[in-house]
C-alpha cells in the first residue's frame, strides 16, 4: 500500500508541474491613441502602402495610408522603419482553448458523451491560461474558431481572441456556427459491406430524426408564443433554432466526395445554411459548392494524399483549385487533439500553397480576410481598415516565410507579451550549453 501511495503523490506531482496556467499576463486596454509609422502596411483588402501610418485608437483603426494627418492628442508614436504590418491570422478550425495534453483526461474539454448535444457552446469551456495560447500567438495567430468535437452534433463554435482574463472577455462572436460530423458514406466489400451499409444508414436516420424533432419543437414553441402559454423549454432544441431558421450555418465536416455531395443536397432540402469544414476532396466537386455558394473551411495543406491515385502534391494544390474554381475557401488545420498545439503553424500551410501555385496575395487573404468573412467575424478582424479592431501583427518580413519573426503584436489595440514556454526552454538550454562553453 505505501507503494502506492508512494506512485500516486508522483503523479500527482507530476501533473501539478505540467497543468498549470501560462505565465503571461493580459495586456490593459489601450489608454491611449498610438501611431505606427516608417511601415510597410499590408491591409490585404487593398493595395500595400509603403512608408506607410497607422493610427488607431480604444482598440479601433482610425485610420491608415501614406499620411494620417492631425494627430490626436497624446497620441504615441512607434517609427519602424523596414518593418511590417498584417491582420492577425485566424486559425478557423481548431480546438484550441478545449485541448492541453493529450494523455491527461482532465486537460481535455473537446468531447461530450452522446450523439446530439447542439446546446454544447465552446467559448463556456475555453481556458484562456492555457500554455497553447501563447505559442500560437506568438507566431501572429490573433484568432482562434474553437470547434468542439464528438458524435453527430457536437454543439457551437466561437470565435476567441487570442489575449484576455476570462472567457468573456477572449470571445468575439458566439455561437459561429452548429456542427454536425457527417457519417462516412464510403463501404468497404465483402462480409463487412452490409454492416457498415447498415451503420451509415442508421446515422443519417438519425440526422434526418433530429431536424424532424427539432422542426416540431419550433412549430411547437411558436404555437404557445401565439396562445400566449407556458411550454417546458428544452435547451437542446432551443440551440437549433438559430439554424432552423437560418440565423446560424451549420458547419459540416466532411472530406470524401459522397459526403460532400450528400451534404450538400441535404442541406438544400432542409434549407438551412451550410458551411464545409475539412473539405479533402471539395477540390473534385467544385461546381457543385459554387452552384450553391457554400463555402470551405479547408483542413491541413500538409497531409498525404487520399488514394494511390492521387499524386503527391494534391493536397497542396487544392487551394490554388478552389480559387481558380472562385469558391469562397480559407486555409485552416486538422481539429485533431494534437493539432492545437501546432497552430501556430498555419502561416505555413499558406505558404506551401503559395508555392504550389496560388497567388501570394490570395495565400495571404486564406489566413486572414477570407476565414473572417466565413465564420462572419470580418467586420472586425481579417484586414486593416478604418473601423476595425486594431488587432494586427508587425513583422521584419514576410510572415509566410519562416526565417520571419512577429515582433510586435496588438490585439484590440492592447499590446501583447509575446513570451511563450517554447522561447522560455529556448533560453534555457542556450544558457545550459553556453554554461558548457559549446557554443558563445
Known amino acids: 500500500m505505501s507503494r502506492l501511495i508512494k506512485v500516486l503523490t508522483a503523479a500527482f506531482a507530476i501533473f501539478t508541474i505540467i497543468v498549470h496556467g501560462s505565465d503571461q499576463i493580459p495586456a490593459p486596454a489601450q489608454s491611449h491613441p498610438i501611431l505606427i509609422t516608417d511601415v510597410t502596411l499590408h491591409p490585404v483588402s487593398s493595395e500595400v502602402i509603403k512608408n506607410g501610418q497607422i493610427l488607431f485608437e ?8 501614406k499620411d494620417v494627418g492631425l494627430l490626436p492628442d497624446n497620441t504615441e508614436t512607434i517609427s519602424l522603419p523596414g518593418k511590417h504590418v498584417y491582420p492577425g491570422f485566424v486559425a478557423a478550425n481548431t480546438t484550441m482553448g478545449l485541448v492541453e495534453i493529450q494523455a491527461i483526461r ?26 497553447l495560447i501563447p505559442v500560437a500567438r506568438s507566431n501572429g495567430i490573433t484568432v482562434a474558431h474553437t470547434i468542439p468535437k464528438g458524435g453527430l452534433i457536437s454543439g457551437s463554435s466561437a470565435a476567441m481572441l487570442m489575449d484576455g482574463w476570462t472567457t468573456e472577455d477572449v470571445t468575439l462572436k458566439a455561437p459561429v456556427g452548429m456542427h454536425l460530423n457527417w457519417p462516412a458514406m464510403d463501404v468497404g466489400t465483402g462480409e463487412k459491406r452490409k454492416e457498415q451499409e447498415k451503420k451509415r444508414d442508421k446515422k443519417l436516420e438519425e440526422i434526418e430524426l433530429i431536424f424532424r424533432e427539432a ?16 411550454m417546458d423549454i ?18 459540416i465536416h466532411a472530406n470524401r466526395v459522397r459526403q460532400i455531395e450528400a451534404a450538400v443536397h441535404w442541406t438544400r432540402q432542409q434549407n438551412i445554411r451550410m458551411i464545409l469544414a475539412d473539405g479533402r476532396d471539395s477540390w473534385r466537386v467544385t461546381d457543385l459548392l459554387k452552384k450553391y455558394e457554400i463555402p470551405v473551411i479547408l483542413a491541413s495543406v500538409h497531409s498525404l494524399p487520399a488514394r494511390r491515385w492521387e499524386d503527391y502534391d494534391t493536397p497542396y494544390t487544392t487551394p490554388l483549385k478552389l480559387h481558380q474554381a472562385s469558391v469562397q475557401y480559407c ?60 488587432t494586427l501583427i508587425i513583422t521584419n518580413g514576410d510572415p509566410l516565410e519562416i526565417t520571419t519573426q512577429v515582433e510586435i503584436e496588438f490585439i484590440q489595440g492592447r499590446k501583447i507579451d509575446l513570451s511563450d514556454r517554447q522561447k522560455m526552454l ?14 558563445k
Do not use: C
Not at 480604444?58 to 495610408?65: A, C, E, K, Q, R
Open 215 to 230: 422542426r416540431a419543437y419550433l412549430q411547437a414553441k411558436e404555437a404557445a408564443e401565439t396562445a400566449n402559454r407556458p
Open 426 to 439: 529556448y533560453a534555457k538550454y542556450q544558457e545550459k550549453y553556453r554554461q558548457l562553453r559549446l557554443i
Open 234 to 251: 428544452d435547451l437542446r432544441w432551443e440551440a437549433m433554432i438559430p439554424v432552423l431558421k437560418g440565423e446560424l450555418p451549420m458547419i
Open 106 to 131: 482532465a486537460t481535455l474539454d473537446v468531447n461530450e458523451t452522446g450523439d446530439f448535444n447542439p446546446n454544447i457552446r465552446a467559448e463556456v469551456s475555453y481556458n484562456p491560461d492555457s500554455e
Open 331 to 390: 486555409i485552416a488545420m486538422s481539429r485533431g487533439f494534437f493539432v492545437a498545439a501546432h497552430i501556430r503553424n498555419l502561416p505555413y500551410h499558406a505558404a506551401t500553397a503559395a508555392a504550389y501555385g496560388l497567388p501570394k496575395e490570395e495565400a495571404l487573404k486564406s489566413i486572414t480576410l477570407y476565414p473572417a468573412e466565413i465564420l462572419g467575424i470580418a467586420d472586425r478582424v481579417g484586414s486593416l481598415e478604418p473601423g476595425k479592431d486594431a
Open 58 to 65: 480604444y482598440g479601433i483603426i482610425i485610420t491608415l495610408g
